[in-house]
């Protein structure tokens, strides 16, 4: 069993950058590859990014590469997602997710752990 607790979210221009962090506590974090992945208000959550366990061979959803930058820190339990050149359309809840694998995924329903979520908005 692993508890995610996402933080970090919050109001910020467009532009502007943000730090999510999510930590993990229970069973060793360093057997599970992590993933970040967002819903906006009135549309089905969706992949953002993901790193494997080892933390090399990170994955991104097409509009925010080059943007976000997903990293770990297996030491600290924490995942890190860092937003930079914030749009609105970047307005969502963001979530944390575990799975119990060695290898990154863009999938929900391989993800095995879930955080409650924290609020990112975007003003123009």
């Known amino acids: 069993q692993v508890h995610l607790v996402e933080s970090g979210g919050g109001l910020v221009q467009a532009g502007g950058s943000l730090r999510l962090s999510c930590v993990a506590s229970?069973?060793?974090?360093?057997?599970?590859?992590m993933g970040w992945f967002r819903q906006a208000p009135g549309k089905e959550r969706e992949f953002v990014a993901s790193?494997?366990?080892?933390?090399?061979?990170?994955n991104y959803r097409d509009s925010v590469k080059g943007r976000f930058t997903i990293s770990r820190d297996n030491a600290k339990s924490t995942v890190y997602l860092q937003m930079s050149s914030l749009k609105p359309e970047d307005t969502a809840v963001y979530y944390c997710?575990?799975?119990?694998?060695?290898?990154?995924?863009?999938?929900?329903?391989?993800?095995?752990?879930w955080g409650q979520g924290t609020q990112v908005t975007v003003s123009s």
């Open positions: 790193i494997p366990r080892s933390g090399g061979g990170t």
């Open positions: 997710a575990a799975r119990n694998d060695r290898w990154l995924s863009v999938r929900q329903n391989e993800f095995d752990y």
């Open positions: 229970g069973q060793s974090f360093s057997s599970y590859a």
